[in-house]
Nanobody
Framework: QVQLVESGGGLVQPGGSLRLSCAAS????????MGWYRQAPGKQRELVAR???????NYADSVKGRFTVSRDTAKNTVYLQMNSLKPEDTAVYYC???????????????WGQGTQVTVSS
């Protein structure tokens, strides 16, 4: 029904930058929120940043001031600009979308396949 496809991960040195993108496609009536989660080896998946349909954002404390989430509503795409990257940012980053596919149902969570971000010298 709904697919989320991420791009932009990779290897970067500490202090560097990366930009992740995630495009949603399929049977989409509206997207209530989109965001990014990450999961490092041996740790639980955690929220990184999220943006709602009206532009409200929230961030994990560990990324405030370094990461910026934004959204292109017309393209059903969410971005994550990551600056001043640290080794502890290394993780698989997953895109999430809270998507309405019909008027009669509430939003449903959909996930991308994940993209690896590695911060290392």
């Amino acid at each position: 029904q709904v697919q989320l496809v991420e791009s932009g991960g990779g290897l970067v040195q500490p202090g560097g930058s990366l930009r992740l993108s995630c495009a949603a496609s399929g049977t989409i009536l509206s997207i209530r929120a989109m965001g990014w989660y990450r999961q490092a080896p041996g740790k639980q998946r955690e929220l990184v940043a999220r943006i709602t349909s009206v532009g409200s954002t929230n961030y994990a404390d560990s990324v405030k001031g370094r990461f910026t989430v934004s959204r292109d509503t017309a393209k059903n795409t969410v971005y994550l600009q990551m600056n001043s990257l640290k080794p502890e940012d290394t993780a698989v980053y997953y895109c999430n979308g809270l998507v309405k596919t019909s008027w009669s149902t509430p939003g449903t969570d959909y996930w991308g396949q994940g993209t690896q971000v590695t911060v290392s010298s």
